[in-house]
Nanobody, 123 residues
Framework: QVQLVESGGGLVQAGGSLRLSCAAS????????VGWFRQAPGKEREFVAA????????YYADSVKGRFTISRDNAKNTVYLQMNSLKPEDTAVYYC????????????????WGQGTQVTVSS
């Protein structure tokens, strides 16, 4: 069983940057794909980005492509989401999730979830 803890959220002005971290405890991220999802109040949980274990391939939602970068440091057992050029529309609770196998964009395919970290982007 994997426990995930997100950190790095906060308040930032439009155009600014934040770097989110997802740290694993209980197990390492070995052989796990990791994804980032976000959920704004009253809205469905939305795929943001994912990274595979075997190939290191990355995947992004169209809404964040070119602005966000997902990466992983296997030695530190941590996955990061670098968010640049933030927009008010990016305001949401961001969740880290993990699963064995391929990196998918479907939230239901992920087995382990963090508690979420709030990201608020002001105009």
């Amino acid at each position: 069983q994997v426990q995930l803890v997100e950190s790095g959220g906060g308040l930032v002005q439009a155009g600014g940057s934040l770097r989110l971290s997802c740290a694993a405890s209980g197990r390492t991220f070995s052989n796990y794909a990791v994804g980032w999802f976000r959920q704004a109040p009253g809205k469905e949980r939305e795929f943001v980005a994912a990274i595979s274990w075997s190939s290191g391939s990355t995947y992004y939602a169209d809404s964040v492509k070119g602005r966000f970068t997902i990466s992983r440091d296997n030695a530190k057992n941590t996955v990061y989401l670098q968010m640049n050029s933030l927009k008010p529309e990016d305001t949401a609770v961001y969740y880290c999730a993990a699963r064995r196998g391929y990196a998918y964009s479907t939230a239901g395919s992920y087995d382990y979830w963090g508690q979420g970290t709030q990201v608020t982007v002001s105009s």
